[in-house]
């Protein structure tokens, strides 16, 4: 063993060391282990019952026990939206979009408007630029391919290459 006693000579834990492989971790398994091997379905059948006659007669502790176990947990109601303390500009071009980001960017800096709701009200404004230029960009490519195609009308075949 080493000088602190937790470690033989080849460094592994030593027998009764509470980190080695029989220290608490496994006892708390083995009596987790034995009380279920000490309670059969019908423990819990009965126990069950119990709870919903005590229920049925007014345990509210009782009633939420059957209740969540038959039913499932409750969801958490969603949390009313509240309006933020911030309104962004209309965003119809993407000069717009870059004046809101620039309202935005002078919010956070004197403290006007919160990380979290810039943060948020950011996100909106590049989403909104994203769509603006993808919008332009469909636009273009519709200009170019009517463009490409009354050129190659206006070009007559050359009877040579027929």
Known sequence: MTAAGDRD?????????????KGPRRRASDL???????????????????????GLEG???ATRLVLDRACGRAAEAAPEPE??????????????????????????????????VAQTLISAVQARLKS??????EKRIEGLELAAKQAEERVAPDPRFE
Do not use: W, Y
């Not at 000579?9 to 492989?21: K, T």
């Not at 987790?32 to 006659?53: C, F, G, N, W, Y």
């Not at 603006?132 to 960009?137: A, C, D, G, K």
């Open 9 to 21: 000579d080849r460094g592994r834990f030593a027998a009764g060391n509470p980190g080695g492989p």
């Open 32 to 54: 987790r282990r034995a009380a279920e091997e000490a309670i059969s379905p019908d423990h819990v059948q009965a126990l069950m019952r119990k709870a919903t006659r005590m």
């Open 59 to 61: 345990n509210l502790s």
């Open 83 to 116: 309006p933020l303390p911030f309104t962004l500009p209309r965003l119809r071009t993407a000069e717009d979009c870059g004046k809101a980001l620039e309202r935005l960017v002078q919010g956070i800096c004197h403290g006007t408007i919160e990380r979290e």
């Open 132 to 137: 603006i230029e993808t919008v332009e960009f």
